[in-house]
């Protein structure tokens, strides 16, 4: 049934009917769903939340769709997208306020040109402010919600509130609002003051070591590392790369129709040609359960799946899960 958005599209935001999803994560991979909306605005977010409760219309949030691999069978549910192009950035002393729409490495390069020091480790992860808090995305030893100081968020229902980083129950790339739902409008970085020159050398430093160990996405689209390293069982040990184990096992020659892993690393699935999200899903269970044979070792999925999938019970998950 067709509805009349035009309210929400005066206020800017993009509405497409029966969407194709695969456009919109960095995968490339999924089905459609019955209504998308592209909001870049906190405004527009609100607005769009408040219209999909008063319609009793079901939907679901994504940002860059860089963490994702959406169903085949698309979904059930809108979904909105919450990405802006243009970062929606300010600062002052010490502390950096930013929409959870602004892509992450627009954040780091905003903080290394205003000298602001904290922040160079997100340089290069791709995807949103909002989907790097929800997972608590993090490199080269560091996370983000090391830096983050508080968010505001929407409840599913509508509701805003604030909430402090130590109430998100931060761990290894987990928060509590991968349960709760709760979507992040807006969040505050803290920050200290910098050299901007060094500030800017250093990102530099990192993109050259990304470009050079992470698939380019044009050539491999994927979603990067597909399970989290090994947690340590002592506090004398350090987490385990999960692609060293899955190398060892021989990990680097297992393929389901078109998805492949990624030749210069054994814990990344990327789409070849023909490869469906159906082919990711069972790959991504061959390589927990070669870990398994090889190991006993359980490894946690980083990865979300959207929607159905053959061979997963309807009541294992949620949409997103
Ligand atoms: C080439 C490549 C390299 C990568 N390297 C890294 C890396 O070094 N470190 C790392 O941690 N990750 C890495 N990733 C994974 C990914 O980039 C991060 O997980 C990223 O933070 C996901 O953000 P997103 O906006 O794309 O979220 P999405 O994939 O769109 O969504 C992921 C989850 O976040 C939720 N979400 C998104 N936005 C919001 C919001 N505003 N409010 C509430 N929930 C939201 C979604 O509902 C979903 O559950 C990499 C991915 C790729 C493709």
Redesign the pocket.
Known sequence: MSRDWTALQSCGVVVQENAVLSQWT?FQLGGSCSSLFLCSTPLQLEQTVACLVEKEIPF?????????VVSDYGIDCAVIR?VSDIPLISHQKNEITVS??TQ?DQLALYAAQQGLEGLTFISG????V???I??N???FGKQVGDVLKSVTLLSADGKQSIALAEDLNFTY?NSR??ETG???VEAVFKVCPGQKNELINQRDEILKIRWQK??D?KVYP????FFRNIEPTSQAQRRQATGWFLEQAGGKNLAVGGAVIFPQHANIIVKTQGCTAQNVYDLAQQMAALVKKNYNLDIVREV?FVGKFDGVADSEKTV?W
């Open positions: 960095t679901i949030l994504i940002g860059g769709g860089s963490n994702l919450y959870g729409s992450l992860i791709p995807g949103t909002g989907g790097a929800v997972g995305a993090g490199a790339r609002l991968k709760d979507i992040i992470h698939p996405l994927c979603a990067g590392s979300r997103i």
